[in-house]
């Protein structure tokens, strides 16, 4: 085999020597896209130095312990039912309607009493010739309990207005179209007039035939007793 010759090992020096310095770069230079470091960049490491206990706070799953300082500053986000209850009876005392002379636009400002209901009181009320009960009110078709409950401690009564039927002198169909009587019963009350003659009281009216003591006792602010 022959010898290198000198040119020969002069280039094997050459290249281990490029090869070693290739290798040394790799190592002792700093990798291109590595991430930063904290110490690289002034405001990441301030940010850390100023947030780094927040960052460890529990999570929402946990207490969070700036809810205690707020709690104690008096606020509370939460419904306090005793708060508006007693705002509730405050406006109570400021609002009430007169059930005789409202009309539909003022009953309309109660609470759950729409359009619809408050044009089916106002046409009862006239049937009627007047409220002369506030519970009279349930009679109305299709007012919920609930609402009722909710609105008469809202209303006054004024009874001066009512219309009263003169029981002695009455018509058939006057007597009829009083919602609490129907034809029958104001047969009754014609026939027991030509029969037996006046009705002086509401204890007469019970000694009338079909004429219960519901019915009686329903008629009562409704009624005047003229014998003449």
Known sequence: MNKPTRSQKRGYLML????TA???????????????QPQDHSQLKEAIALYGDEMQ????????HHNSSY????????????????FEQKERKNFSIELNSADTTQLM???????????????????????????QLREVYGLPNET?????????????????????HATLNDLKGHPYL?????????DYRSKVGSIKNYQDMLTIN??????VKKLHGYIQFNQQ
């Not at 029958?184 to 014609?190: G, H, K, L, T």
């Not at 079909?210 to 019915?215: A, E, I, R, Y």
């Open 71 to 86: 709690n104690q500053q008096g606020y509370n986000h939460h419904y306090e039912p005793a708060r508006h209850q007693s």
């Open 148 to 168: 009722y409950e909710q609105i008469a401690t809202l209303l006054t009564l004024d009874t001066t207005s009512v219309v009263r039927i003169d029981i002695n």
């Open 210 to 215: 079909l004429l219960d003591d519901k019915t």
């Open 22 to 36: 290739i290798l040394l770069a790799i190592i002792l230079l700093p990798r291109r896209g590595e991430a930063p």
């Open 109 to 135: 400002r109660l609470r759950g009493i729409g359009p619809v209901l408050a044009s089916r009181i106002v046409k009862y009320r006239s049937r009627l010739g007047g409220f002369v009960r506030i519970e």
């Open 182 to 190: 129907d034809y029958y019963q104001a047969r009754a009350i014609c």
């Open 57 to 64: 706070q529990p999570t929402a799953l946990q207490p969070a």
């Open 16 to 19: 281990c020597i490029l090869l």
